[in-house]
């Protein structure tokens, strides 16, 4: 059984740039949801997808988007970067959307913007 | 507004004694609750759960409590390895909050041989 893949592990951009991250569901999994984990803190909620639509957003600016394709991997894109959004970007796949099971996530990317 | 407490940034335990790990929530509408366990540069590994019809939780050498009037939970590890060392994060979600996961800042637990 394949766990959650990300791509990439780590990503340099700049201010202004925008950015896709990758993410491959553990085999099975319909549910994908994409966390921030700033530096010191846990992970913040941005955004679930099941069954490649939007099912919950966390409190983060529309210019955070997702996408989740059929297979159920999933894309988070960042535009207009700024300097804050430096941080490990880690999804997550579950067997439902409920939030009252395992996510399993992934070993994340790190985002640095200069 | 910070709905999951850990206020422990770290702990340290000396090898084979007993890990208390604590976490504090602030919504009664919460009714799952896990703990993730992290190491640097590797995603969160889930370690155990435990639902609010519940009060114990028992996996192997990890115990889960939930007081549930206190909106306290707490990990416990016996006896505590090494390689237990890692941030342990707690989690919380159900009730208003849809399928996502509220996560405490995280304490960082050290097991000295």
């Known amino acids: 059984e394949t766990g959650v893949t990300q791509s990439p592990t780590h990503l340099i951009k700049t201010r202004g740039q925008q950015v896709t991250l990758r993410c491959s569901s553990q085999?099975?999994?319909?549910?994908v949801s994409w966390y921030q984990q700033a530096l010191g803190q846990g992970p913040q909620f941005i955004f679930q997808?099941?069954?490649?639509?939007?099912?919950g957003r966390g409190n983060f600016p529309p210019r955070f988007s997702g996408l989740q394709f059929p297979n159920y991997s999933s894309e988070l894109n960042v535009n207009a970067l700024e300097l804050d959004d430096s941080a490990l970007y880690l999804c997550?796949?579950?067997?439902?959307?409920?939030?009252?099971?395992?996510?399993?996530f992934g070993p994340g990317t790190r985002l640095t913007v200069l | 507004d910070q709905q999951v407490k850990q206020n422990s940034p770290s702990l340290s335990v000396q090898e084979g004694r007993i890990s208390i790990l604590n976490c504090d929530y602030t919504n009664s509408m919460f009714d799952y609750f896990l703990w993730y366990k992290k190491y640097p540069a590797e995603g969160p590994t889930f370690l155990i759960s435990i639902s609010s019809i519940k009060d114990k939780n028992e996996d192997g050498r990890f115990t889960v409590f939930l007081n549930k009037s206190a909106k306290h939970l707490s990990l416990h590890i016996v006896p505590s390895q090494p390689g237990d060392s890692a941030v342990y994060f707690c989690a919380a979600s159900g009730g208003n909050q849809g399928g996502k996961l509220i996560f405490g800042q995280g304490t960082e637990l050290s097991v000295k041989p």
């Open positions: 997550a796949s579950s067997l439902e959307s409920s939030g009252r099971s395992e996510q399993f």
């Open positions: 085999s099975g999994h319909n549910t």
């Open positions: 997808y099941y069954r490649e639509e939007e099912n």
